[in-house]
C-alpha cells in the first residue's frame, strides 16, 4: 500500500525564526514500521519554506496514495493547520484514508470525530505497532474495531474507541525510517547537520500539568549499546553532528544512563548531545557528569519551571529551589551547558512574584533561559484545577507555550508579557552571560551560545511585534473547560501497560502462566 506521511508547517515563532529544522521523529518512527511490513511510504515536511498548504496536498496526493498520516509534535497547536490539510485532501481526492495521530487528537478524539468527517481514523498514543495493524487491517477489508488503540466513527457515524492498545515493551523492536528523509536539509545549533531521538519514553513523576507523562504511560528506554551504535552509524553514514534528544527524562536510571556514556565514549564519535532532564538527577550523577561530557552531552534544558515553592508544590514539580541552582553549578563544573526553563501566567502571579522569580534567576546563574507560559491540558489533573479560569487566547494555533492563554487576577496581559520579556533580557544580557557568550574558551559551546542569542534576539523582538500587532486576545473569554471541554484526567494514561508475565517457581519446576 502506498503511505504518505505529512509533517504540518507549524505557527509556533520558535519554528519559523531559525534557518535550521529538525526531522519529524514521530513520524519517522512510523515510518520505518510500516517499511518493514512491505508498504511503500514517502514523507512530506511542509516545516520548509514553510510549504503553502495547496502545495502540501499536491505533493501528499502526487502518487495517488491508499493512506496519508498526519501528525505534528506540537499537536495541540498544530491542530488547526492538520484540520485544514485534512479537508483539502478529502475535497481533491475522497476516497483517501486519513489517518490523524498525536498527544491532542490521542485525548481530543471524541471531539474531532464529532466536529468533522474529514479524519477516517485517530491512533492514540504510541503509533508504531497500532498504524502497521490498522492499515493491514484495512488492507484486508477486516473490520477495524479489531485493531486496539485507535477511534473512528462507527456505522451510525458516532465517534468509537476501540480498547486501548499496550505499551511498547521493547523500544529497540520498532526501528525510525531514517531512509525517508535527506539529512543535508536537517540541521540544529547553527547549521550542524542533526536529527532527534529517544533513549526513553515516559517519566515516573507525577508533575501535574505534564502533557506527555501519561501519554508514554510508563518510563522504559532502548538498550544503551544499541541506541549508542545507532548514533554512531548516523555519524558515520550521514554525517549527523548532533541529537536533540526528544526524551522527557532520559537519565531516570543511573544503571542505563551509565551503560549508554559508557557505549557513546567506546564509540569515538564527535557527535554532541542535547536534551531534557531533571535538576535532581544531575545532583544524583555529580560523580560521572565528567562522562556526561565525555559522551558528548554539551547542553540540558533543566525543566525547573518556576522558582517559587509554593507553585512548585501546587504543580507537584517534586523538586526545590537548592536542587536547581547545584544542578546548574554542577554542569558549569563539567563544562555543560545549562538552559533553565521558567513559566509565568499563574492565577494570582503579581509583581513581587515575577520579581522574586527574576533574583531567583539571576542567583541560578543558568547559561541560557527560556520563559514559557502556563499552557493546561485536558487529560492533565492541572486543568481540574484550572478549569474556572477565563481564555483570553481562543486560537488553538497560539496554545505553543509561548503565549499567554489564561486570565490572571492580578496582572493585565500586557504587564505579564512586558514583565517576561524584560527579564528574559535582564538575565540573558547580564555581564556574566555575555562574558560566556564572547569569550568561553570551549569552542563548541561559544558557538552554540552565540547561536542561540542570536536566534533569541530575533524570537524575541518577532512575540514583541506579535503581541502589539498580530496575536487577538479576548477580554470576556470562556472558562477552560468550556473551551476545551470537562477535564479527562482520569484517562490521562492513553494506553495499558505492559508487564512481563510472572513465573511461578516450584523447587526444580518452573511454570509459565502462559503455557
Known sequence: MKVVLINPPHTAIGSRVPDDHLPPLGLLALGGPLIDAGHEVRLVDAEFGPMPLDLVVRNALDDDPDFVLIGHSGSTSAHPTALLIARMIKQREPATIIIYGGVFPTYHWGDILTDTDVFDFIVRGEGEATVVALVEALEMHQPPASVAGIAFRDDLRR????????????LDAYRVGWELIDHGRYSYWGGKRAVV??????????CNYCGQRGFWTRWRHRDPVKFAREIAWLHREHGVELINLADENPTVSKKAWRAFLDAMIAENVPVLIVGSTRADDIVR???ILHLYRKAGVIRWLLGMENTDE???????????????????????LNGILSMATWVAGFEDEGFRDLWRGFRQLIAYDPDQIQALYVTPHRWTPFFRIARDRKVIQKDARLWDYKHQVLQMTRLKPWMLFFSVKLIELAVQSRPKALARILFHKDPEQRHSMRWYTQMGRRVWFREVWGFLARDG???DGPTLAEFWGAPQDAEEESMTVRRPARKLTLPGITISPNA
Do not use: N, Y
Not at 531521538?197 to 507525577?206: A, D, E, I, N, V
Not at 501546587?314 to 547545584?326: A, Q
Open 159 to 170: 465517534p468509537f474507541a476501540t480498547q486501548p492498545a499496550m505499551t511498547i515493551a521493547d
Open 197 to 206: 531521538m529517544q533513549f526513553s519514553r515516559g517519566c515516573p513523576h507525577l
Open 285 to 287: 550523577d555529580a560523580d
Open 310 to 332: 509554593q507553585t512548585l508544590q501546587l504543580i507537584r514539580k517534586g523538586g526545590s529551589t537548592s536542587s536547581d541552582r547545584e544542578a546548574i553549578r554542577l554542569l558549569r
Open 473 to 475: 486576545r479576548v477580554k
